[in-house]
């Protein structure tokens, strides 16, 4: 078994689900993955986030707000829509993963005048838009949801269900929340508790998302560690996410943010898509790097040519 830390594209392209599970668990904390956002002008104009965020260090590419209904990414050379995904795999190297959110009814703000994040039929938790994302060629899809969306617990647990008996087999199933997702019965520590993470397990989650310590009001680095052990006591691997704009904080303020991840006991460290709007700033990606994982796998990994 490889660890991601050693993996090279071509490792990737042929690993099944399992084999990258047991990639990232054997590199003890050491795996970044970066949010991006297609739907925007990217960073460097032609050049998509996700191939900035990789050249930046990440191992896994997360999309967010992708449509798989109108499945475009800004920056990605022509390409016709029901092959995105596998371009995006071919120019960057990474196992690809994109959002999908079980809605509640009645719960999300539909207006993208009132909310930017507001939902679209193709981002919609469904059996039809997973198993149209799985055969696109993603490597795992996290149930989650972008803010003032109205995202639950339950509605996570019931969409896990369906997920798993349809297509557990084929991609990793990620599920959690980076804050209250608009219903704010679920917010602060009540975001996620150790009987959240028990019925997503059962219901078939591989990964357990959480909020990083320090991003959310009331989440500690105390909170996060018996959260990450109990996911792991049941045989999850854990996510700690930034998914508050912090990703476009100070490098002190990341670092500070990826040693309490790394000391709480995460498999994957998460940061999200605001640096400004699209990524993660990426001189953070570069200092979460190399403080989790120090300059050599950092710059490995920056290094690391999409043809070996």
């Known amino acids: 078994m490889k660890r991601i830390l050693d993996c090279h594209a071509s490792d990737f392209r042929k690993m099944t689900k399992e084999e990258l599970l047991q990639a990232i668990a054997g590199s003890e904390g050491r795996t970044i993955a970066c949010e991006t956002i297609g739907a925007v002008m990217p960073m460097l104009g032609d050049v998509t986030n996700a191939e900035f965020a990789a050249a930046m260090g990440a191992d896994l590419l997360l999309l967010n707000m992708f449509d798989v209904k109108k499945p475009a990414i800004a920056g990605l050379p022509e390409t016709e829509p029901e092959n995105v995904i596998l371009k995006l795999k071919e120019l960057t190297g990474r196992p690809i993963g994109i959002n999908l959110e079980p809605v509640e009814q009645g719960a999300a703000v539909d207006s993208p005048e009132e909310n930017m994040w507001a939902m679209t039929e193709g981002r919609k938790a469904t059996l039809e838009n997973a198993r149209a994302a ?8 996290l149930l989650t949801g972008n803010p003032g969306n109205g995202v639950s617990n339950a509605a996570i647990v019931e969409t896990l ?3 798993k008996k349809e297509l557990g087999k084929r991609i990793i199933l990620a599920a959690g929340k980076m804050h209250a997702s608009g219903i704010l019965s679920e917010a602060a520590e009540k975001i ?3 009987e959240d993470i028990a019925a997503f397990r059962e219901a078939g989650a591989d990964v357990i998302l959480m909020p990083a310590p320090g991003t959310v009001p009331g989440i500690t680095m105390e909170y ?3 959260l990450v052990g109990y996911a792991h006591s049941l045989g999850c691997l854990a996510m700690t996410s930034i ?3 912090q990703e476009g904080a100070d490098v002190e303020t990341i670092r500070r943010i990826a040693l309490m991840s790394k000391m709480a006991g995460t498999d994957i460290h998460h940061l999200g898509d605001s640096g ?3 990524m993660a700033l990426p001189e953070n990606i570069q200092a979460y790097s ?11 990994r920056m290094a690391d040519s999409i043809c070996r």
């Open 276 to 278: 400004y709007t699209g």
């Open 161 to 163: 269900s369906l997920y």
């Open 134 to 141: 799985a055969d696109m060629g993603v490597s795992f899809i």
């Open 192 to 194: 996620l508790t150790r």
């Open 243 to 245: 998914g508050t704009s």
């Open 224 to 226: 996060v560690r018996n």
């Open 290 to 300: 190399i403080a989790v994982r120090g300059i050599r796998h950092t710059y490995r």
